[in-house]
């Protein structure tokens, strides 16, 4: 098992800007990959970014230039800094991580933290 809490969320004015983080325990070394996906009321949740084991970076195109994912292996946590904010940025921003299981990868869920742009 894996577990994860996001903090960082907020309310932030169009063009200003964030820090996410995501902290995780339990089985961390089985993690694969790690990412921040965002669910906006009424839309699918969507991936932002991702980044796996060796460090392989990837991001949604509306993002890219804007965000930037990286991790600090010693504290066990993933980060998501978001710059240049635009309220179409705002929703539920959710961490994940991927981690092989007994038939094939796993999903492990944080809880959430809300991120609010305002225009």
């Known amino acids: 098992q894996v577990q994860l809490v996001e903090s960082g969320g907020g309310l932030v004015q169009s063009g200003g800007s964030l820090r996410l983080s995501c902290a995780a325990s339990g089985r961390i070394f089985s993690i694969y990959v790690m990412g921040w996906y965002q669910q906006a009321p009424g839309k699918q949740r969507e991936l932002v970014a991702h980044?796996?084991?060796?460090?392989?970076?990837t991001y949604r195109d509306s993002v890219k230039g804007r965000f930037t994912i990286s991790r600090d292996n010693a504290v066990n946590t993933v980060y998501l800094q978001m710059n240049s904010l635009k309220p179409e940025d705002t929703a539920v921003y959710y961490c994940n991580a991927k981690s092989p299981g007994e038939f094939g990868m796993e999903d492990y869920w944080g809880p959430g933290t809300q991120v609010t742009v305002s225009s």
């Open positions: 980044i796996t084991k060796d460090d392989t970076t």
